[in-house]
């Protein structure tokens, strides 16, 4: 059996994040900017985590761009991993296209929710950053 603490970091631990690995210099002539996030979920535990939802939330409406086709505009995305190893880290990258002037006002608000089942089959969610803006 897993001491509490160890529990309490298998459970509280599994993290989500992200950062942009490029960032538009300035508005194109459409007003939009391109942004390419990496986006990260991680499991401290030792034992693996089952189906893994990361729900990508933002303030201003979004576009992900793959292969020079827009999609819908949303301020959700979501990301499935469905085993996510004990220890292991799982990376997407997403070219997210919205509104140059808005985003810089919107993005410090971005947030995640990160859904899993532990080992014990108990569903738990974890939002990062943990405090609300």
Not at 11 to 18: I, L, P, Q
Not at 55 to 72: A, E, H, I, M, S
Request: with cysteine.
């Amino acid at each position: 059996m897993l001491r509490s603490w160890k529990r309490r970091i298998a459970r509280e631990g599994v993290a989500a994040s992200w950062e942009p690995v490029e960032a538009p210099h300035g508005a194109q002539p459409d007003g939009t900017g391109v942004w390419v996030y990496e986006i990260r979920v991680h499991n401290p535990g030792r034992m693996p985590v089952d189906d893994v939802r990361v729900d990508w939330y933002f303030k201003c409406p979004v576009q992900r761009r793959r292969d020079g086709v827009l999609d819908p505009s949303t301020t959700h995305l979501q990301l499935v991993q469905p085993v996510l190893l004990a220890g292991g880290e799982r990376r997407w990258h997403r070219r997210l296209v919205m509104s140059y002037a808005e985003a810089e006002v919107a993005l410090p608000d971005t947030y995640a929710e990160v859904h899993f089942v532990d080992v014990e089959g108990n569903s738990h969610t974890n939002r990062w950053p943990r405090t609300k803006r």
